[in-house]
């Protein structure tokens, strides 16, 4: 999963260089050109003047906590029960 902050296009500055990748007829995916992370995602058609930014690549993703689930009509079903499983500080038997 992946968690998404909508930004608008405008305000957003960029330090390195990005990769565009067409996704779509009116979809566009910018990724990291040195590493290949997945950073951006705009659909002017859809989201006019808004850019979809991956949150967990910000400085500080704490600073944004999400406010809103969308687009669960396509949600897996097994991930309205994520809360209710096993959690773990690091990889199981690692401790």
Same mark, same amino acid.
């Given at each position: 999963m992946v968690g998404w902050i909508a930004w608008q296009d405008d305000q957003l500055t960029v330090e390195g260089a990005?990769?565009?990748?067409h996704s779509s007829q009116h979809g566009t995916r910018e990724f990291c050109s040195?590493? =290949?992370?997945g950073l951006f995602y705009r659909n002017p058609e859809t989201l006019p003047g808004i850019v979809d930014i991956q949150s967990g690549?910000?400085?500080d993703p704490e600073s944004l906590p999400p406010g809103a689930q969308i687009m669960v009509k396509e949600r897996? =079903?097994?991930s309205t029960g994520l809360a209710d499983l096993p959690?773990?500080?690091?990889y199981p038997g690692m401790d």
């Open positions: 990005t990769t565009r990748y040195a590493c =290949g992370t690549t910000l400085d897996l =079903g097994w959690a773990f500080n690091t």
